[in-house]
């Protein structure tokens, strides 16, 4: 199974088409988005082209691919204009004989970890800045931002196939 992991669009109508044109040459089996996905935040400045109404096209054009999970960002409100599944706080997903625990990362994080077992992967965004470390009971992934990246790293996603993760970047 292949799976292309993104997070943090925060609206920018630029890197969602990104995105998409990445997806579809990737050609994952399935789009996972970590959320805060319309939204720009109050800490954050704008994203280039910062149009929701357009992020929401082009993700509803995606929506039986996508699994998505809430970000701070994500609201009631935003549920209402996609369509497809965005209020969950964590999703498991388990590819390859690797469980996944998908969260946003404001709730659960390397700080404040779920249950997980040994060897488990904590799958998150909200940082912006990608990751990928042995944390000695568990593995902590981050896929980085997509439209606003911090820490000098790039716009990015990462792929997961054949129980690994690679990080790809958009440009």
Known sequence: MKLMLASDIHGSAYY??????????EKADRLILLGDLLYHGPRNDL????????????????????????GNCD????????D????????VVYADGKTLYLTHGH?????NTPKLKKGDYLVNGHTHIPANENMG???YINTGSISI??????????IFENGEFELKELE
Do not use: T, W
Request: proline letters at 7%; a negative charge; glycine letters at 2%.
């Open 149 to 158: 990246p911090k820490e000098n790293s790039g716009h990015s996603y990462m």
């Open 75 to 82: 609201s009631e409100v935003d549920q209402m204009v996609l």
């Open 47 to 70: 994203p280039r082209e910062y149009e929701p109404k357009k992020v929401i096209e082009i993700l509803n054009s995606l929506k039986d691919e996508i699994l998505c999970v809430r």
């Open 16 to 25: 969602a088409e990104k995105m998409r044109v990445a997806y579809s040459r």
């Open 84 to 91: 497809f599944p965005i209020m969950a706080d964590y999703a």
């Open 107 to 111: 709730i659960f994080n390397p700080q």
């Open 137 to 139: 009971e568990f593995f």
